[in-house]
């Protein structure tokens, strides 16, 4: 299974990035995405996920309303947009799967991550 992250880099608060997943390996339009990202010094958080069809998606509080996330099925790739960049939405994001469902993508105990992105956000 192959989780390339991309579309990360330098912005300033306020800004907007689109973050891209590609993904390989499995049969995508069969799993549930999820966005996590990891900051300096902090446990890895599921921060959006998205269910096989595209038509549920899940926030955490902190990015609802400012983060979208989304998906193609027929590239193989989901996507975050994230809009009113923060300062703390610094910190490299990675994605993952779960063919179980949406439900499953808060899960502890991935064992593979993919490349991640970087993303930082100055004030």
């Known amino acids: 299974v192959q989780l390339q992250a991309f579309g990360g880099g330098l912005v300033q608060a306020g800004g907007s990035l689109r973050l891209a997943c590609a993904v390989s390996?499995?049969?995508?339009?069969?799993?549930?995405m999820g966005w996590y990202r990891q900051a300096p010094g902090k446990q890895r958080e599921l921060v959006a996920g998205?269910?096989?069809?595209?038509?549920?998606?899940d926030y955490t509080d902190s990015v609802k309303g400012r983060f979208i996330v989304s998906r193609d099925n027929a590239k193989s790739t989901v996507y975050l947009q994230m809009n009113s960049l923060k300062p703390e939405d610094t910190a490299v994001y990675y994605c993952?799967?779960?063919?179980?469902?949406?439900?499953?993508?808060?899960?502890?105990?991935?064992?593979?991550w993919g490349q991640g992105t970087q993303v930082t956000v100055s004030s």
């Open positions: 993952n799967y779960d063919v179980r469902g949406i439900r499953w993508l808060g899960r502890t105990d991935f064992t593979s």
């Open positions: 390996g499995i049969i995508f339009r069969n799993s549930a």
């Open positions: 998205i269910n096989n069809s595209g038509v549920r998606k």
